[in-house]
């Protein structure tokens, strides 16, 4: 008796674990997303690891048994992931999360892009030419983009359609309330240097000028030339260097040393199974970063 | 904009809109920039709306040996002392050389099927297509259908294009098992991928049969049997490794139902008759450090094949038979490769190619098929890839070839400066 008990239990809990969306994120902040909003009625998994470029990632097989298996697959978008999500998907062979189709949802789309360059060759680096795809870095923007992800899965699973669009407005409410106090962190800050544009969005957002970038084009490492044209540009006035946590220090260190300003190391993605606080504490820890360097007293803009 | 999609991008659309609004009212309106008017609410995907996705390969070649190397032992066209031509390498000569051009073209066709080309432009030799395929994209339950000209899935390397390649070269055994494109041929496949926690898939095709186990080579005697000829199945496994690493390991065969070979020498002719199989086994593994540009990551992979065609064997001279025999040939072959990254945009590899383990090839004896020495190839290759669109390699090929006398005295040096780019789309690299 005890064991058909036990039985029926498991095979209940199985049937409710088989009643979640099954969703598949490109990167952990899009997991935070799928998460923050699906709640209890979805089973998250990521792709890409939080510590790496989401630009360049190769292609594993057990991407496309995740994806094999999903109702939903939820991506940053804007060709950020084209080099291995594309492929990835091919050959996962599930007609759900066909581009087109309900179960693929990339956020990019959902917004309006900063810096879109439809002129751009590739002589000027890996450029994204329909604008910055980053705007997971954009707690506004990524609000959004969870308003419209509430209605990617209330299509998929009608049955919650009311529980994903009040969770993705209470964390559009929680990012309105913090919004404030982050742009007070960064009301004196004087610049930053950014690896590449990927914190363009939050820089606008809190009034932040952005310097330069440690990349001569994007997708291209540092240079010695490069490095010395930017301290070059930069030497005597005040600013703060953010690094990726996936790039070496090396050249970082040279602009401490000739500018004297402050490296940060920041992740731009939460931690596996990260949550909304987790960003929100992430979005705040950029925005301190950014208040790292000051503008000088008495000089103000 | 495609019917099938307009309601949804309708109903989209107007979700975006009420959510945009509901969003405005709530205070976003602290960023102007977020709110700028234009953007296109029925966008699916922010990406490029390049369709179809166009890219082009340059592949060019700076060549030099320290003396002619000539095919493996067993393997190459049946001698009989003519003055025949002995290439270097498939397609490679000494000095500059330009390799294949490939024009590759790509798109959805409709929600069903997507449609793929790839031609090539082979130095000066004209143009052939190298792929030319629709693959289905709605079928339910892991399944796929390919139906037109491609690159088999057998083994690993076999349906990579040579730009996906870590060495300048093919791997001997599959030149020379099956052919100087690899398994390359007209016909159908039908995969199905699992849904499963561990990764599988499952194949077979069928084929045209128009490379050399199922090759029809006949003139004037023999008549060529219609296709298809040659049928394959694959099979892939790979365990979940975790973030950094990632392995795979697969079985292929396939069966010829007819093999035919004619060759003409004056008053003689040649014939061979007969059908074969084949078998291999191939492991791929790679380590990703994480770190940026492949600094620190690790490829490991090998293959093996084996190869049998049952033959009979005829020679003619002014219409009488002067000699018939049936035999096996039977021969093999494997390379095994790692790569390794060893600074940011830098790499370098050793390959140790083998063929003709065992090599029963189907040269005529004394009443049987001959037998050959194993030949083998030595690579070491230094890569230096500025972004993911173009590459400079040099590579330095150490040749121990078996020659037909049985003389091992042919060792050569080989050394090829390469350049391989890409123009246009981003390159989609398959595990
Ligand atoms: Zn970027």
């Not at chain 2, 298809?228 to 950094?244: E, H, I, S, W």
């Not at chain 2, 035999?327 to 083998?354: E, H, I, M």
Request: charge should be negative; aromatic fraction near 10%; include cysteine.
């Amino acid at each position: 008796m005890k064991k058909i008990l036990l039985l029926s239990c498991a095979l209940l809990l199985s049937s409710t674990a088989h009643s979640q969306l099954r969703v598949v994120a490109s990167t952990t902040n899009m997991a935070m997303l799928a998460n923050t909003v699906g709640g209890t009625q979805v089973s998250v998994t990521h792709l890409a690891p939080p510590d790496r470029d989401a630009h360049h990632l190769a292609v594993r097989p057990s991407m496309m048994t995740a994806l094999r298996q999903a109702d939903l697959l939820v991506s940053v978008g804007a060709e950020l992931e084209a080099g291995w999500l594309m492929p990835a998907l091919q050959g996962a062979g599930n007609p759900k999360l066909n581009p087109g189709q309900l179960g693929y949802f990339e956020a990019a789309a959902q917004v309006t892009l900063i810096d879109p360059q439809p002129q751009a060759d590739r002589s000027q680096g890996d450029v994204h030419p329909t604008g910055n795809p980053h705007i997971y870095l954009d707690p506004p923007r990524l609000a959004r983009a969870g308003l419209a992800l509430a209605e990617a899965m209330a299509a998929l699973a009608p049955e919650h359609g009311d529980y994903f669009r009040h969770n993705a407005a209470s964390f559009a409410e929680q990012v309105d309330t913090q919004l404030p106090h982050w742009q007070s962190l960064t009301q004196n800050a004087a610049g930053v240097l950014l690896y590449h544009a990927d914190a363009n969005y939050l820089a606008r957002l809190l009034s932040v000028p952005v310097l330069g970038y440690m990349e001569p084009l994007p997708g291209i490492p540092p240079s010695g030339r490069h490095l010395s044209q930017l301290v070059s540009n930069l030497k005597g006035k005040a600013g703060v260097l953010i690094m990726p946590t996936y790039q070496p220090a090396r050249a970082a260190t040279l602009i401490e040393q000739e500018l004297g300003w402050p490296v940060i190391v920041l992740p731009s993605n939460v931690a596996a199974g990260g949550t909304s606080d987790d960003y929100l504490a992430l979005i705040k820890r950029w925005a301190q970063a950014f208040a790292a360097a000051q503008k000088p007293a008495g000089n103000p803009q | 904009m495609n019917a099938r999609i307009f309601p949804l991008a309708a109903m989209t659309a107007g979700i975006l809109l009420v959510g945009a609004a509901q969003a405005n009212n709530e205070a976003t309106n602290t960023n102007p920039a977020i709110d700028s008017t234009g953007v296109d609410r029925a966008r699916i995907s922010a990406g490029t709306q390049m369709n179809p996705t166009i890219s082009v390969i340059l592949d060019g070649v700076y060549a030099n040996f320290s003396r002619e190397v000539e095919g493996p032992a067993g393997f190459g066209s049946h001698d009989h002392g003519d003055d025949h031509d002995h290439e270097h390498e498939h397609g490679l000569e000494e000095g500059f050389s330009l390799r294949e051009t490939e024009i590759s073209v790509s798109a959805s066709i409709d929600n069903y099927l997507d449609g793929v080309m790839t031609l090539a432009i082979e130095g000066n030799s004209g143009i052939k297509v190298e792929e030319a395929y629709i693959l289905t994209r709605s079928l339910p339950a892991g399944l796929q259908i390919k139906a037109g000209r491609f690159l088999s899935d057998i083994g690993y390397i076999n349906r990579q294009h040579p730009h996906d390649w870590q060495f300048a070269d093919r791997p001997l055994v599959s030149e020379l098992l099956f052919g100087e494109h690899g398994l390359q041929d007209n016909g159908m496949q039908l995969s199905w991928l699992p849904s499963t926690s561990f990764y599988s898939r499952y194949g077979i095709e069928i084929l045209q049969g128009e490379t050399t186990m199922a090759s029809q080579d006949v003139h004037e005697t023999l008549e060529e049997d219609h296709g298809p000829r040659l049928y394959t199945a694959f099979a892939k496994f790979a365990p979940d490794l975790g973030m950094n690493h990632a392995a795979m390991f697969g079985f292929s065969g396939g069966i010829s139902t007819s093999f035919k070979k004619e060759e003409e020498h004056d008053d003689e002719v040649e014939l061979w008759e007969g059908d074969g199989w084949f078998a291999g086994i191939d492991a791929v593994y790679k380590y990703n450090s994480g770190k940026p540009f492949g600094h620190g990551n690790w490829i490991v992979q090998g293959e093996y094949y084996f190869r049998e065609i049952s033959a009979e064997f005829t020679e003619i001279e002014n219409q009488i038979i002067e000699e018939q025999f049936s035999g096996r040939s039977k021969q093999d072959g494997f390379y095994l490769q790692a790569l390794y990254g060893f600074a940011p945009r830098w790499s370098t590899g050793l390959r140790v190619d083998g063929v003709g383990l065992t090599n029963t090839s189907l040269e005529p004896g004394n009443d049987a098929f001959e037998s050959f020495d194993a030949s083998y190839r030595y690579a070491a290759q230094v890569s230096f890839a500025p972004t993911e669109f173009s590459r400079l390699r040099l590579q330095v090929n150490n040749y121990d070839y078996a020659h037909d006398d049985g003389d091992h005295g042919h060792d050569a040096w080989g050394v090829m400066l390469q350049y391989n780019v890409s123009l246009g789309a981003h390159g989609a690299h398959q595990f």
